[in-house]
Nanobody
C-alpha cells in the first residue's frame, strides 16, 4: 500500500519560514516525479514545485526564489522549504508522486500565513 504523509504545516507570520515533509512508503521516491501542489479556499489546486527523477526542479512563478523542493532518497522523503512566506501562500499543501500511469497523493497539510 502506497502512502504519502505530509507534515510540517502550521501557522506562521508573514516573512516567516516553514519546511514541509512528505514521507513515502510503498514506493521509492527516486523513481518518481515528486511535486508539491496547493489549494486555497475557493481556488483550484495548483502546482507549486516539482522534482524530476534526474533531479531537475521547476517552480511556479509565484514562489520562485522563495521555495525550494528537495529529496532525501535515504529517508525516502521529499521536502518543501518555504521562506519569506506571504498571506497568499495560505493553502492546503499536497504531495504528489507520479510515474507513467501511476499517481499518488498525500492527505495534505494546512499552511496559514497570518499576523
Amino acid at each position: 500500500q502506497v502512502q504519502l504523509v505530509e507534515s510540517g504545516g502550521g501557522l506562521v507570520q508573514p516573512g516567516g519560514s516553514l519546511r514541509l515533509s512528505c514521507a513515502a512508503s510503498g514506493i521509492i521516491v527516486s523513481g518518481y516525479v515528486m511535486a508539491w501542489y496547493r489549494q486555497a479556499p475557493g481556488k483550484q489546486r495548483e502546482l507549486v514545485a516539482a522534482s524530476t527523477r534526474s533531479g531537475s526542479t521547476s517552480y511556479a512563478d509565484s514562489v520562485k526564489g522563495r521555495f525550494t523542493i528537495s529529496r532525501d532518497n535515504a529517508k525516502n522523503t521529499v521536502y518543501l522549504q518555504m521562506n519569506s512566506l506571504k498571506p497568499e501562500d495560505t493553502a492546503v499543501y499536497y504531495c504528489r508522486a507520479a510515474f507513467m500511469t501511476r499517481e499518488y497523493w498525500g492527505q495534505g497539510t494546512q499552511v496559514t500565513v497570518s499576523s
